[in-house]
C-alpha cells in the first residue's frame, strides 16, 4: 500500500504541513517495498485550486490512504473519487510517527471536510 502525507521537508522526520493543498512536498511511502518518495507539489503557489491539482498529483502516484490534518471539499472529492482513504494526521507526530500509528491503526478517517478557503 502507498501512503501520502503532506510534508514541510524533504524527509519523513519532517512535520506534517498544516494543508493539503499548499504543502510543499508530500511524502509517498511504499508500505509493500519500505520505499520512500518526495514529490514537489507543483500547486503550492497556484493562484487558485490548489487542493484539486495536489489531489490529483495524488491519484497519479498511485497512492491508496492519505494521511493529513485537514482537507478542502474539492480535494476531498478527487481522492475520494479515486478510492483513497482519508486519515486524520495526529499533530504531535512527526511525518514517520503518523506512518507508524496508521500501521497500527491509531488514526481515525478524515470526515471533517472543510469547504476550502477559495482566495480567502
Request: hydrophobic share 45%; with cysteine; charged share 20%.
Amino acid at each position: 500500500m502507498k501512503i501520502a502525507i503532506p510534508v514541510s521537508g524533504k524527509n519523513q522526520d519532517s512535520a506534517v504541513a498544516a494543508s493539503f493543498g499548499r504543502a510543499a512536498y508530500f511524502l509517498i511511502h511504499d508500505d509493500a517495498t519500505g520505499l520512500e518518495t518526495i514529490l514537489e507539489n507543483a500547486a503550492m503557489q497556484s493562484a487558485g485550486g490548489a487542493g484539486i491539482q495536489a489531489a490529483q498529483a495524488i491519484v497519479d502516484s498511485g497512492v491508496q490512504a492519505l494521511i493529513t490534518p485537514q482537507c478542502g471539499n474539492n480535494a476531498a472529492k478527487v481522492l475520494i473519487a479515486a478510492g483513497i482513504k482519508l486519515y486524520k494526521s495526529q499533530p504531535d507526530l512527526s511525518a514517520r510517527g503518523n506512518i507508524g500509528a496508521f500501521r497500527k491503526k491509531q488514526l481515525e478517517e478524515l470526515l471533517d471536510i472543510h469547504e476550502g478557503f477559495h482566495g480567502r
